[in-house]
């Protein structure tokens, strides 16, 4: 059995590490986006990760604390979501047809409806609509 050496096991030891953290930033990587009088547009051909049922983006509007999901929904239309659960505020991730909340294991459905608690309340939607034009407009005033 052959020993490693103190240095040889650090380099690799910093490659694993380094891997694990590239790994998890892939997964949480957002597209910046500008709002315009409360409204972000984004144009579904350029959405490559909306695809299928399972499809999700994370916006990151210019200014926001927080990043907005923007999911597929079963019937072919789109949610705008906050991210933030409304238990206790941490942040939700997006688990194929759920959004599970890491700190306690509260679950939405992709419309942002609780399915399993403590957290009682939906997470914040904010309105979509489609315009003709293939873009998509995010509403981000409250009730619009």
Do not use: K
């Not at 998890?24 to 959405?47: F, H, N, Q, Y």
Request: charged share 20%; aromatic share 4%.
């Amino acid at each position: 059995m052959r020993t490693l050496p103190r240095r040889e096991f650090l380099a690799l030891g910093a490659c694993a590490v380094g891997c694990a953290a590239l790994g998890g930033c892939a997964s949480t990587m957002t597209l910046p986006v500008t709002s315009d009088d409360g409204r972000i547009r984004v144009r579904l051909d350029e959405l490559e990760g909306l695809s299928g049922s399972d499809g999700f983006v994370r916006l990151s509007p210019g200014g926001a604390a927080a990043p907005i999901y923007l999911l597929t929904l079963s019937d072919g239309s789109h949610a705008a979501l906050s991210p933030i659960c409304t238990h206790l505020g941490c942040t939700v991730d997006v688990a194929g047809q759920r959004l599970v909340c890491p700190c306690h294991g509260s679950t939405y459905a992709r419309d942002g409806t609780v399915l399993r608690g403590p957290a009682e309340r939906p997470l914040r939607r904010y309105r979509v609509t489609e315009a003709t034009n293939g873009e998509l407009v995010i509403h981000l005033e409250e009730g619009a």
